[in-house]
T-cell receptor, first 117, second 113 residues
Framework: NAGVMQNPRHLVRRRGQEARLRCSPMKGHSHVYWYRQLPEEGLKFMVYLQKENIIDESGMPKERFSAEFPKEGPSILRIQQVVRGDSAAYFC???????????????FGSGTQLSVL | GESVGLHLPTLSVQEGDNSIINCAYSNSASDYFIWYKQESGKGPQFIIDIRSNMDKRQGQRVTVLLNKTVKHLSLQIAATQPGDSAVYFCAELIYNQGGKLIFGQGTELSVKP
């Protein structure tokens, strides 16, 4: 999983600011998933993207959150007007194929820890 | 099932003993299950997987058991080592719902030397 790169590792924002979290998938992977993890909880699915397309955003909050995966460059998870409740670890994962069959594995990055003051 | 903000269940074992970590899943339509290990400050790391048409699968020092009747999954770690200390998550995949993994709450394993 060392191949999935997330930056920054730690991000501190004040309430009302914007947070941008970046994820570069493993080489050859065109499927990206974002998860959020609160302390002592499991990972909650947020969004699934392929290059230039959002496939499933059923876990994304309706407001302030957006994600993109452009043709060139990393996937970006953007949180506008952050609030304290947005403080969490955000993990990105990638796979070479859609997670629609057995033997498909997600490779996770090390996450971005967002702290909202 | 989804976490509701409870403290993580914990399991404490002696080095060299076997560990059994349990997971209950909620959706009988789940097709595929994965166990992940998460160390502090790191992302989840794949351990072992099992398809819904199997009831047991073995890896190196790890075994996963699946009981579809009671929707229960377990991870057995043989000869537990200090390096096994981590939080362990089961995840279920439902093919016809976009293929996303749904994670359980997790169990914190602590290995005493």
């Amino acid at each position: 999983n060392a191949g999935v790169m997330q930056n920054p590792r730690h991000l501190v924002r004040r309430r009302g600011q914007e947070a941008r979290l970046r994820c570069s998938p493993m080489k050859g992977h065109s499927h990206v998933y974002w998860y959020r993890q609160l302390p002592e909880e499991g990972l909650k699915f947020m969004v699934y993207l392929q290059k230039e397309n959002i496939i499933d955003e059923s876990g994304m909050p309706k407001e302030r959150f957006s994600a993109e995966f452009p043709k060139e460059g990393p996937s970006i998870l953007r949180i506008q007007q952050v609030v304290r409740g947005d403080s969490a670890a955000y993990f990105c994962a990638s796979s070479p194929n859609p997670m629609t069959g057995a033997n498909e594995k997600l490779f996770f990055g090390s996450g971005t820890q967002l702290s909202v003051l | 099932g989804e976490s509701v903000g409870l403290h993580l269940p914990t399991l404490s074992v002696q080095e060299g003993d076997n560990s059994i970590i349990n997971c209950a899943y909620s959706n009988s339509a789940s097709d595929y299950f994965i166990w992940y290990k998460q160390e502090s400050g790191k992302g989840p790391q794949f351990i072992i997987d099992i398809r819904s048409n199997m009831d047991k699968r073995q890896g190196q020092r790890v075994t996963v058991l699946l009981n579809k009747t009671v929707k229960h999954l377990s991870l057995q770690i043989a000869a537990t080592q200090p390096g096994d200390s981590a939080v362990y998550f089961c995840a279920e995949l439902i093919y016809n719902q976009g293929g996303k993994l749904i994670f359980g709450q997790g169990t914190e394993l602590s290995v005493k030397p």
